[in-house]
């Protein structure tokens, strides 16, 4: 058993050494393929534990409740329910200014303002990240909206018509994250998020502010809701008592929703990407089968078995598989520490890629290494010795018998074009595939610029629209390198057959077109499948529907799909006329040898 291992380990060795290039494109497209799902799949536990460092290191409240208006019963209702069994901890109630405007360095943003103490509270204490805390006469901002405005400590802001000058920068888990910072009636209102001491928000104070009052709860019990049934008959007692409340759950969600659609673009860019690949690799691993028959054959007749000679092609697929899978998932640890924190709002804890990401992506590696090459292994390991020792893989025609009458007639490129696609079909459908996923996500992308944008993009759209872009350009890479090693493969594999129609007159302008129309038919099919495709899967990742307000026009995705086709024939053409160029009789003498 030993030495069968020893064996297998020299002879993966020596193939890997022989042959580099088909390793490291495979290497290459797994690894692209797994870091994009696994920063897909890491993005939403990145979010999740900025989160909670966040809340730890703040004290984050349990239950916000927000008052309409500024009257003294209000204020006596939060303090009536501060002292209700079930409350371990409160801040407030402290003065609340919403649609104040805050301008800072010819930016006019529209801010929530809290009146808050100078001494640290018990709940709900923001973690100050840069300068210090309020003292009378400045002003703190939120981490996230001072990002927005560029505004660092020592610098001057005018909030409601006073100048400021900013003493802090801080986070808190009482709002979500900016924009949607601001504590108004509901969780999204886009403003950001100011602290001033009680008394400078109190001469700030003017009716076109809405003022009110805001209290942060801490509860015994983990369940918030039954806490809001429990104080929502008292509150609803007084009609002059208007509150608006909001658990920790609410918060967190908002936070986790800013990613929530990148997340999904990148997990099924990742399968896109394996998608995309296969074809090449399928071709790079039949044409390496190729040239490994004679030395499968010599293995035999020195004793080798079958199945040790399809476990040494596997394996070092396999090996390569999980050596991708680990280097996808560095590039996404890498990316996701360096890009994949929503917003500046929340601490960035510390990433980390836990067993629920790798096993996915180990499954998605070893799934492309068998797709690629169980059966070239199969093959080659089920020829005859003696075919093997001659070069020959049994690999006959696979067209229908009356494909030849049927384009006889046809001009010699079409004519050849079509045999060579149909003698393959299997990497017809591959290349079809392919093509159907870079339709795919070029459709997604079309139809992200056929929707109406009302103002400025929010975080959570530009987010999903930077990741629709990333898996955009891979892709597109990745057809790219997919369509010359197609073209490049098929002339290799059927350089006999082309040799002979040059002998019997083809000229080397009829073999290239021949070689470049050949994946046409299934570029064009897989075009027309992926464009529809492409626009249910966006309809999917922008939450059933609700954000799809219209679909590209006709002409946008007929145009897409024709520059996609027309792509292929172009870069198909490098390889093929290289190849065409190649004399016939080196290629007539080595087969008659």
Not at 314 to 336: F, R, T
């Amino acid at each position: 058993m030993r030495g069968r291992l020893v064996l297998a380990g020299r002879l993966i060795t020596t193939d890997l050494r022989r042959w580099p290039l088909p390793a490291v494109l495979f290497v290459l497209v797994v690894g692209a393929a797994t870091a994009s799902l696994a920063a897909g799949m890491a993005l939403g536990e990145t979010t999740r534990a900025d989160y909670a460092a966040t809340r730890a290191a703040t004290n984050g409240p349990d239950l916000m409740i927000l008052t309409a208006d500024q009257l003294p019963v209000e204020r006596a209702a939060l303090r009536s329910i501060a002292r209700r069994d079930g409350v371990t901890g409160h801040v407030g109630p402290y003065r609340l200014l919403r649609g104040a405007t805050l301008t800072a360095h010819g930016h006019r943003m529209t801010a929530t303002v809290e009146g808050r103490s100078t001494a640290p509270s018990a709940v709900d204490q923001p973690r100050v990240t840069s300068g210090h805390w309020l003292r009378p006469g400045g002003a703190v901002l939120e981490r996230g909206f001072a990002a927005a405005l560029h505004v660092r400590v020592g610098e001057r802001v005018t909030l409601a018509g006073r100048t400021f000058p900013v003493v802090g920068i801080a986070v808190t888990t009482a709002t979500g994250i900016y924009p949607n910072a601001g504590l108004d009636v509901g969780p999204n209102d886009y403003a950001g998020l100011v602290w001033l001491t009680d008394a400078d928000t109190r001469r700030s104070t003017r009716p076109e502010l809405r003022p009110g009052y805001a209290m942060g709860l801490t509860l015994a019990d983990p369940d918030v809701k039954a806490f809001q049934n429990t104080i929502r008959p008292a509150l609803r007692a007084n009609p002059d008592v208007r509150v608006n409340t909001r658990g920790r759950r609410t918060t967190e969600d908002s936070s986790n929703r800013v990613l929530a659609n990148s997340e999904a673009v990148l997990q099924i860019g990742g399968w896109l990407m394996a998608i995309a690949g296969l074809a090449g690799l399928v071709s790079l691993s039949t044409l390496r089968s190729d040239q490994q028959l004679r030395r499968a054959g010599q293995l035999k007749a020195a004793g080798a078995t079958p199945g040790l000679i399809g476990t040494v092609l596997l394996a070092q697929y396999v090996l390569l598989a999980l050596g991708a899978a680990a280097l996808g998932l560095l590039a996404a640890w890498s990316m996701v520490s360096a890009a994949g924190h929503p917003s500046d709002s929340l601490l960035h804890a510390p990433v980390s890629v836990g067993a629920g990401t790798a096993v996915p992506v180990c499954v998605l590696a070893l799934l492309i290494a068998l797709l690629t090459s169980a059966g070239p292994a199969i093959r080659v390991a089920r020829t005859p010795t003696v075919a093997a020792l001659a070069g020959r893989g049994g690999r006959g025609p696979t067209h229908p018998a009356g494909l030849t009458g049927l384009v006889g007639a046809l001009p010699v490129p079409l004519m050849l074009g079509l045999r060579l696609a149909a003698r393959r079909l299997r990497r017809a459908v591959l290349t079809a595939a392919g093509v159907a996923a870079v339709a795919a996500v070029i459709a997604g992308l079309l139809c992200w610029h056929a929707q109406p944008q009302a103002g400025a993009l929010t975080v959570r759209a530009t987010h999903t629209y930077h990741a629709i872009l990333a898996i955009t350009v891979a892709l597109v890479a990745l057809a790219a390198l997919d369509a010359v090693v197609i073209v490049w493969s098929t002339a290799l594999d059927a350089r006999r057959s082309l040799a002979v129609a040059r002998a019997f007159g083809a000229t080397p302008a009829q073999v290239t077109a021949a070689l470049v129309l050949a994946p046409l038919p299934a570029a064009a099919a897989g075009a027309a499948v992926g464009m529809p495709t492409g626009l249910g899967l966006y309809w999917l990742v922008s939450s059933a529907g609700a954000r799809m307000d219209a679909t590209p026009p006709t002409w946008w995705l007929l145009a897409g799909g024709a520059a996609i086709v027309l792509g292929v024939a172009a870069l198909g053409t490098i390889p093929a006329r290289l190849d065409a160029r190649r004399p016939v009789t080196p290629i007539l003498d080595a087969e008659t040898r």
